[in-house]
């Protein structure tokens, strides 16, 4: 191995004449990085509280292990309304930050008052499920991957061993599954958990999820929740189906029935109260966890769950004991088409009342106002 082939030695020279090419064309990417807007908003997130996101696709294959800031040491980027490039990648305790910033904001806000708080009584309690083995609250909000943080928990818990062993059918079994309700508790106990645990919830943009539930519970009608179909469903078309000339055609719930049930703040309720536990599809986020008046640690984003699930767990102390099932990349953008199509068709005034219903936790969570359905 003493001398190089002639062969060899032009070869490996191409090589490195290649690979320095390579770095000069990096470095003048690097130099107009800086100037050239890489990071882009995912739509459904305000721009008004400087609240920037990075699209997941550019964060996972540019930065593939979250940097995670060690406690005390000095923050390497600064979240600014400046875009920065994607290797000013900020540390996702800044993004969580910043949540919580406008969540507290949008809480003092009078005007908004009745839209964002509640009062903590059994129902809320009744979506809070504990882990005291590592002192962790978990509210749940449906169609946000809730049944994957559930089984975290039960693992943590310690009823079973891992998520896989975990059968299906005791996921949401309360009385079984080694993961008791907050509303279980004594008030002592209510409180002393509600004052030090980790609490964390997740969102996502409030009408895709109207969307999502709808499809879920109405349109797909699960056969093992036939109650959608013909209890809740039959209520909704008495009340608000409006009389159409081609009724005969419309068959089921339409998401114009829907959406005419959910914006009527006060009428509603009477429905409701008949409904039962099935509302929490699509009450809003303050009414199933009154954000305002419970102080939580994280609110993840079903958005950007893929790098919220990695902080949350790192955030609750448990990253080392369990992690979170992969999440495929796409399946939680956002997909303003879909919103628009499920209400095309929907007048202006009933998508106006819903929105009215679901402002609060369109402004507490920073999604922006959908002007493309309202305008
Ligand atoms: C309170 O909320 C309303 C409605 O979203 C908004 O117009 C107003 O600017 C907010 N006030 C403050 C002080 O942020
Ligand atoms: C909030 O609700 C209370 C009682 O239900 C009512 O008196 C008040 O006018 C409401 N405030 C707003 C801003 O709508
Ligand atoms: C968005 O929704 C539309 C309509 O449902 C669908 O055709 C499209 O494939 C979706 N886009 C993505 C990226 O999932």
């Not at 993004?95 to 005007?111: A, D, Q």
């Not at 509210?139 to 975990?166: D, H, R, S």
């Not at 959608?228 to 009340?239: D, L, M, N, T, V």
């Amino acid at each position: 191995m003493d001398s190089v082939q002639p062969a060899d030695a032009q070869m490996m020279r191409r090589h490195w004449l290649l690979l320095g090419a390579c770095g000069w064309v990096l470095l003048i990417l690097m130099f107009f990085s800086k100037f050239i807007n890489f990071g882009f908003k995912i739509p459904g997130y305000t721009g008004s509280a400087e609240m920037i996101v990075w699209t997941l696709s550019s964060v996972a294959t540019e930065q593939p292990s979250l940097r995670w800031p060690e406690k005390g040491a000095t923050r390497p980027y600064v979240l600014s309304s400046v875009s920065p490039s994607v290797r000013e990648l900020p540390d996702w305790q800044s993004v969580n930050e910043k949540r919580l910033e406008l969540l507290s904001t949008v809480c003092r806000n009078s005007s908004l008052w009745n839209l964002t708080h509640t009062t903590v009584r059994k129902f809320v309690l009744d979506r809070i499920f504990v882990c005291d083995k590592h002192k962790i609250l978990f509210c749940q909000t449906p169609k946000v991957g809730n049944t994957q943080w559930k089984k975290v928990l039960i693992v943590l818990n310690g009823k079973f061993p891992k998520i896989e062993a975990i059968p299906e059918n005791l996921v949401h079994d309360h009385e079984r599954n080694g993961l008791p309700r907050l509303s279980s508790m004594t008030d002592i106990e209510i409180h002393q958990r509600l004052n030090s645990y980790f609490k964390f919830f997740i969102v996502r943009d409030p009408f895709e999820r109207l969307v999502s539930a709808f499809k879920d519970k109405f349109v797909k009608n699960p056969r093992f929740e036939p109650w959608y179909k013909h209890e809740i469903a039959p209520a909704i078309i008495r009340k608000y189906r409006k009389i159409h000339h081609d009724d005969g055609k419309r068959v089921g719930l339409q998401f114009e029935d829907f959406v005419r049930y959910l914006g009527d703040k006060t009428g509603r309720q009477h429905l409701d109260r008949a409904f039962g536990e099935h509302i929490i599809h699509w009450l809003t986020y303050t009414e199933l966890c009154a954000p305002c008046d419970i102080s939580y640690n994280v609110v993840g984003h079903h958005e950007t769950l893929q790098l919220d699930a990695p902080y949350i767990l790192k955030a609750a102390g448990i990253n080392d004991q369990v992690s979170y099932p992969s999440i495929p990349a796409g399946i939680t953008d956002y997909n303003r088409t879909k919103v628009e199509q499920y209400f095309t068709g929907i007048s202006h005034r009933d998508i106006s009342r819903l929105y009215a219903h679901y402002q609060g936790d369109f402004s507490l969570f920073g999604y922006q106002r959908p002007a493309f359905l309202l305008d």
